[in-house]
């Protein structure tokens, strides 16, 4: 059964920088980021093919968020990060479709904190 383990969640200060990263158990076709607030559902932060390739952004994170992977680990390099960025972010993993959308995947982490503040 795959599992995912994620790292490198914490406090940052505005303006500042943090590299979230994603384990995968196994060989899996796709690995995504999603991130959510208190009282509200997940929103897709960027997802990375295995060939690389990423093909989903979220409009917010746009410009500031790279996603990369490196073989079965996906990283999440977030930059320029603001109050709005704190969340619980989570890695999530597909073998059928890399999408934005948190209806697809079919296993998820277990969420790592991201705190925003000064």
């Known amino acids: 059964q795959l599992q995912l383990v994620e790292s490198g969640g914490g406090l940052v200060q505005p303006g500042g920088s943090l590299t979230l990263s994603c384990q995968a158990s196994?060989?899996?076709?796709?690995l995504a980021w999603f991130r959510q607030a208190p009282g509200k559902g997940r929103e897709g932060v960027a997802c990375i093919r295995n060939t690389g390739k990423s093909i989903y952004y979220l409009d917010a994170v746009r410009g500031r968020f790279t996603i990369s992977r490196d073989k079965n680990t996906a990283y999440l390099h977030m930059n320029r990060l603001s109050p709005e960025d704190a969340r619980v972010y989570y890695c999530?993993?597909?073998?059928?479709?890399?999408?934005?959308?948190?209806?697809?995947?079919?296993?998820w982490g277990q969420g790592i904190q991201v705190a925003v503040s000064s």
């Open positions: 196994s060989d899996v076709y796709a």
């Open positions: 999530a993993a597909s073998n059928y479709v890399c999408t934005g959308d948190e209806t697809i995947p079919d296993t």
